[in-house]
């Protein structure tokens, strides 16, 4: 198994400029989440999925839009990037539901610059 | 508002010494607790846990210790390796929240060899 993998791992956009970050699983999980890290700080979450077609905002949205249109994917889009859109990006999955299923399973990361 | 705190940016220890890495929470809901450990250019992989019915998780040199009343739980690694050097993340969850994790800022622990 190939885990959670992201593409792509670097990227610079200029201001307004937009972009798709990939996020595949192959370990047939229902839960995907999308985290970005700031210098300092711990991962914010931005939008999570509990199955294909069901998407909902986590903590820090704004920005940023998500689709799930199969199990395996979970795209992130940014639209119009923004200098305070600059982090790393984390994918991430979990199994399913309850104490037994929070661990969840993180990939590389992309590394956003807008400038 | 930070419900999940790790008030040490880094920790340095020596090679073979306890690395007592710490994490407060303010969520009195909060019923499970996971930690997790991130290399440079890598994702975070997950490290151990424990549900707050228990007080205490071992898992080889890794034990996680939780104290309900006082609201922080600790990761003990002993002994400490160079290779256990890493930024280690707390992170807290309850039903409530459903399956979304609240991380903390993260410490850095430098193991000296």
């Known amino acids: 198994n190939a885990g959670v993998t992201q593409t792509p791992k670097f990227r610079i956009l200029k201001i307004g400029q937009s972009m798709t970050l990939q996020c595949t699983q192959d370990m047939n999980h229902n839960y995907m989440y999308w985290y970005r890290q700031d210098p300092g700080m711990g991962l914010k979450l931005i939008y999570y999925?509990?199955?294909?077609?069901?998407?909902d905002k986590g903590e820090v949205p704004n920005g940023y839009n998500v689709s799930r249109s199969t199990t395996e994917d979970f795209p992130l889009r940014l639209e119009l990037a923004a200098p305070s859109q600059t982090s790393v990006y984390f994918c991430?999955?979990?199994?399913?539901?309850?104490?037994?299923?929070?661990?969840?399973?993180f990939g590389p990361g992309t590394r956003l610059t807008v400038t | 508002d930070q419900q999940v705190k790790q008030n040490s940016p880094s920790l340095s220890v020596q090679e073979g010494r306890i690395s007592i890495l710490n994490c407060d929470y303010t969520?009195?809901?909060?019923?499970?607790f996971l930690w997790y450990k991130k290399y440079p250019a890598e994702g975070p992989t997950f490290l151990i846990s424990?549900?707050?019915?228990?007080d205490k998780n071992e898992d080889g040199r890794f034990t996680v210790f939780l104290n309900k009343s006082a609201k922080h739980l600790s990761l003990h690694i002993v002994p400490s390796q160079p290779g256990d050097s890493a930024v280690y993340f707390c992170?807290?969850?309850?039903?409530?929240?459903?399956?979304?994790?609240?991380f903390g800022a993260g410490t850095i622990l430098r193991v000296k060899s």
């Open positions: 991430a999955s979990s199994y399913g539901f309850g104490q037994d299923y929070y661990e969840q399973y």
């Open positions: 969520n009195s809901m909060f019923d499970y």
């Open positions: 424990i549900s707050s019915i228990k």
């Open positions: 999925s509990v199955g294909a077609g069901i998407t």
């Open positions: 992170a807290a969850n309850s039903m409530e929240y459903g399956n979304k994790l609240v």
